[in-house]
C-alpha cells in the first residue's frame, strides 16, 4: 500500500493553508485523508470555507466543537489517536497555530507517527497569546518544519531545531489568495450595508482584546474614532460577540456589523477597502500581498515580514484614530514588493519535499 498522509484541520486559518497543499500532493498522485476536528462548526466559520476553497469533504469530522483550552485540545487528543491508530498515516500534516495543530503533532509525535508543520517558526514571543503555546510545541515535535518567511528560520535555528528539518517553501496560504483572487467579491456586503465607495473593514477576536471588559472599552472607544472618519464593516467573530453588541460599538451610525463572511466575500470586502484595523494574524498577511494598509491593533506580531514589506503596522487603540487620519491622507499604498516566495508556489514546494520524504 502507498505511503498516506493525513491532514488535520479545524479552524478557519487552517482552510487556506491546507488547500493548496492538499491539491498539490493529489497531483503528485499521494494518497491522502483530510481530518476536521470540528474546532469550527458555524456554517459561515467553515462549510462556507470548504466550498469557496473547493476543498474536498473531510473524509472524517470529529465534531469536537468549543470548550476550555484543556477540554477542547484534549478531546481532540482522544478522538485524533482512534483516527491515527486505525489509519497508521505515515505522515500528519497540522497547519498553523490553532489547538487543532498542537492536539495533532501531540498524538503524532506519542505514536511515533511523522509530522510535518506547515507555517512553523512564527514566533511572537508573547506568551499570553494561546497561539504562542501552540507553534512553540508544534515546532518542537514536528520532523518537517515549513516555514513562510526567513525570521521563521532564524527562530528555529535558535531552538535547536535540526537545519535539515527546515524548509523555507513560501505561503501556501497566499497560493489560496492568488488562485482565488479573481472571484473575489464583497458587493453583496457593500450593498446591503449601503457602504459608500470608501470604507474601512475591521476583525477583532483575540481574548487579548476581546476577553477582558476594560480592554474591551477602550478598543471599543478607538474604533467608533475610526467610525468618525470612515465607514467601518466589522464582521463579528463568534468569540466577543455578544460583548461587542452589548458594548454600543454598532449604535454608531458609521459602524456596521455583519455575520462572519466567506473567504471570497471577505478578501473582496478587504480588497475594496481603503484600509482595515484587525488583530488577526492571517488578514497581515492577506493585506500585505492585496496592498491595503493593515493597522494591527496589537502589541507585537509573529509576522514581522508584513511590517518590512507589506503594508503592516502595529498600533494601539491610543493612536490608532492618528494613524487612520495619515492612511486616509496619504498615497494609496504602491504596488510591487511581496515577501520572499510568496509568489502562489508554496504548495507544490511542500509537496514536492513531502514526497521526497515519503519515498526516504
Ligand atoms: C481560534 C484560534 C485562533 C484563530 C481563530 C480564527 C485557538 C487557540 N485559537 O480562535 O488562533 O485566530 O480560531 O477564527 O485555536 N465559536 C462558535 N462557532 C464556531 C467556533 C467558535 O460559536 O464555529 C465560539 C464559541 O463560543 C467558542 C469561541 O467561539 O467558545 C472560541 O472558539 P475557539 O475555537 O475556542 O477559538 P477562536 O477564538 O475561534
Keep these: 500500500m502507498s505511503a498516506l498522509v493525513l491532514h488535520v484541520t479545524g479552524a478557519r486559518p487552517n482552510f487556506p493553508k491546507a488547500a493548496p497543499v492538499i491539491a498539490a500532493l493529489e497531483r503528485h498522485g499521494v494518497r491522502q485523508l483530510l481530518v476536521h476536528t470540528g474546532q469550527h462548526y458555524d456554517r459561515n466559520m467553515s462549510e462556507v470555507f470548504f466550498r469557496d476553497l473547493g476543498l474536498p469533504e473531510p473524509d472524517l469530522n470529529l465534531g469536537i466543537g468549543s470548550g476550555s483550552h484543556a477540554e477542547q485540545t484534549a478531546a481532540m ?13 505515515d505522515l500528519v500534516m497540522v497547519y498553523g497555530d490553532v489547538n487543532s495543530t498542537l492536539a495533532a503533532a501531540l498524538v503524532a509525535a506519542k505514536l511515533g507517527i511523522r509530522c510535518a508543520h506547515v507555517e512553523a517558526g512564527l514566533r511572537s514571543f508573547d506568551w499570553t497569546m494561546p497561539e504562542e503555546v501552540n507553534r512553540v510545541v508544534t515546532d518542537r515535535l514536528s520532523d518537517l518544519l515549513f516555514a ?11 531552538e535547536g531545531v535540526d537545519p535539515d528539518r527546515m524548509h523555507f517553501t513560501g505561503n501556501p496560504m497566499i497560493d489560496t489568495l492568488v488562485r482565488l483572487r479573481d472571484r473575489f467579491d464583497g458587493s453583496r456586503v457593500v450593498a446591503e450595508l449601503g457602504l459608500p465607495p470608501t470604507y474601512a473593514v475591521a476583525t477583532m477576536h483575540r481574548p487579548g482584546n476581546v476577553d477582558d ?12 474614532g475610526v467610525g468618525d472618519r470612515i465607514d467601518l464593516v466589522l464582521p463579528v467573530h ?6 461587542l453588541e452589548a ?20 478578501l473582496g470586502l478587504v480588497e475594496g477597502s481603503s484600509l482595515v484595523v484587525t488583530d488577526s494574524g492571517g488578514i497581515q498577511e492577506e493585506t500585505t500581498v492585496l496592498r491595503i494598509p493593515c493597522l494591527t491593533l496589537r502589541p507585537n506580531t509573529e509576522r514581522p515580514v508584513t511590517i518590512t514589506h507589506g503594508t503592516n503596522r502595529l498600533v494601539t487603540t491610543d493612536d490608532l484614530a492618528d494613524r487612520v487620519d495619515e492612511v486616509l491622507a496619504g498615497p494609496a499604498p504602491a504596488p ?3 515577501p520572499p516566495l510568496w509568489d502562489g508556489a508554496a504548495g507544490e514546494r511542500i509537496a514536492g519535499i513531502v514526497v521526497g520524504a515519503l519515498g526516504a
Aim: hydrophobic share 40%; charged share 20%.
Design 213 to 224: 471588559p476594560e480592554t474591551l472599552a477602550r478598543m471599543v472607544a478607538a474604533l467608533r
Design 77 to 89: 487528543m482522544t478522538a485524533l489517536e482512534s483516527v491515527f491508530l486505525e489509519q497508521r498515516p
Design 238 to 243: 463568534p468569540r466577543g460577540r455578544q460583548q
Design 336 to 338: 510591487g514588493q511581496v
Design 148 to 158: 513562510t518567511s526567513a525570521d521563521a528560520l532564524i527562530h528555529l535555528a535558535r
Design 247 to 266: 458594548s454600543g460599538l454598532f449604535d454608531h451610525p458609521r459602524v456596521h456589523a455583519t455575520e462572519p463572511l466567506g473567504y471570497l466575500e471577505f
